[in-house]
T-cell receptor, first 113, second 112 residues
Framework: AQSVTQPDIHITVSEGASLELRCNYS??????LFWYVQSPGQGLQLLLK??????LVQGIKGFEAEFKRSQSSFNLRKPSVHWSDAAEYFC???????????FGTGTLLAVQP | DAGVTQSPTHLIKTRGQQVTLRCSPKSGHDTVSWYQQALGQGPQFIFQYYEEEERQRGNFPDRFSGHQFPNYSSELNVNALLLGDSALYLCASSTGHANEQFFGPGTRLTVL
């Protein structure tokens, strides 16, 4: 079945430290890949997306992600985390023409002062 | 632009009741998708509406139904509520295929 795996349920980093959140997707036709962020009690905000072309994509709030087809991965990175980045992060994929987002279970990010 | 709006914000129902949730898409968007997010989980796709027709459906029972109106707004109806239907229900709007989906703030449904 088509699925998305986020192996880290909870991550804690110190403010100013670098961050990498992992995402793996199951093999399928032409994946379109997304990272969303959700603050407590809020809806989802799109951080970045990959449809085609350059495998390193830049998003909002200083985030970037790299698509690696050989590893079926789309990891999210940020060089220096701010306290306001504390939230839950979801990786999602759309396969082919389905236009249906399949989400991972999320990674909850805590930021220590 | 108000973005995607949903109503109500919170709702409490009892088992067996019926509920209707509402969504207004972002201006210029013609496609509305609904997702269920249980506590501690990622959102799960319920269905998607385009041109007032259900275009796709996820693995949800027929108790979940929807509607899209000519102005592209949408409703999600759930009949015979179960305790397990307690969740955050998210509406997302988009236009075209695989474009960015913009999410509303959600409706928190609690079934007692």
């Amino acid at each position: 079945a088509q699925s998305v795996t986020q192996p880290d349920i909870h991550i804690t980093v110190s403010e100013g430290a670098s961050l990498e959140l992992r995402c793996n997707y199951s093999y399928g036709a032409t994946p379109y890949l997304f990272w969303y962020v959700q603050s407590p009690g809020q809806g989802l905000q799109l951080l970045l997306k990959y449809f085609s072309g350059d495998t390193l994509v830049q998003g909002i709030k200083g985030f970037e992600a790299e698509f690696k087809r050989s590893q079926s991965s789309f990891n999210l990175r940020k060089p220096s985390v701010h306290w306001s980045d504390a939230a839950e992060y979801f990786c999602a994929v759309v396969y082919g023409a389905t236009n249906k987002l399949i989400f991972g279970t999320g990674t909850l990010l805590a930021v220590q002062p | 632009d108000a973005g995607v709006t949903q109503s109500p914000t919170h709702l409490i129902k009892t088992r067996g009741q019926q509920v209707t949730l509402r969504c207004s898409p972002k201006s210029g968007h013609d496609t509305v998708s609904w997702y269920q997010q249980a506590l501690g989980q990622g959102p799960q796709f319920i269905f998607q509406y385009y041109e007032e027709e259900e275009r796709q459906r996820g693995n949800f029972p027929d108790r979940f139904s929807g509607h899209q109106f000519p102005n592209y707004s949408s409703e999600l109806n759930v009949n015979a509520l179960l305790l397990g239907d307690s969740a955050l229900y998210l509406c997302a709007s988009s236009t075209g295929h695989a474009n960015e989906q913009f999410f509303g703030p959600g409706t928190r449904l609690t079934v007692l």
